[in-house]
Nanobody
Framework: QVELVESGGGLVQAGGSLRLSCAISDSNNYVLGWYRQAPGKEREFVAAVNWLGDYTYYGDSMENRFTISRITGTNTVYLQMDNLKPEDTAVYYC??????????????????WGQGTQVTVSS
């Protein structure tokens, strides 16, 4: 059974930073990325990175303050979030799509989800 394990969420003041991490238990090739879901809102695509880690894709308005990365050929992905705002408060979910796809493909289909990690930004 494939599992995604997230870490790094928490409480931060507006303007602060957090770094999320996610590791997938399977050794096959995956596109990895993040979604988020705020209270009362639909799940929203944040960012994705391909298997080699050399191509990234961001949701609308995400690239300005968020940076996704992974070490080439590994199944651990990071999301660096800077200058956080209260509207970034959400549960952040790690997501994976099996294969050597471009990162945009994760926004089209997701094979596996993590349990989610809470990010709360206070004003």
């Amino acid at each position: 059974q494939v599992e995604l394990v997230e870490s790094g969420g928490g409480l931060v003041q507006a303007g602060g930073s957090l770094r999320l991490s996610c590791a997938i238990s399977d050794s096959n090739n995956y596109v990895l990325g993040w979604y988020r879901q705020a209270p009362g809102k639909e799940r929203e695509f944040v960012a994705a990175v391909n298997w080699l880690g050399d191509y990234t894709y961001y949701g609308d308005s995400m690239e300005n303050r968020f940076t996704i990365s992974r070490i080439t050929g590994t199944n651990t992905v990071y999301l660096q979030m800077d200058n956080l705002k209260p509207e970034d408060t959400a549960v952040y979910y790690c997501a994976a799509r099996r294969g050597s796809w471009g990162p945009r493909r994760l926004a089209e289909k997701t094979d596996y989800w993590g349990q989610g990690t809470q990010v709360t930004v206070s004003s």
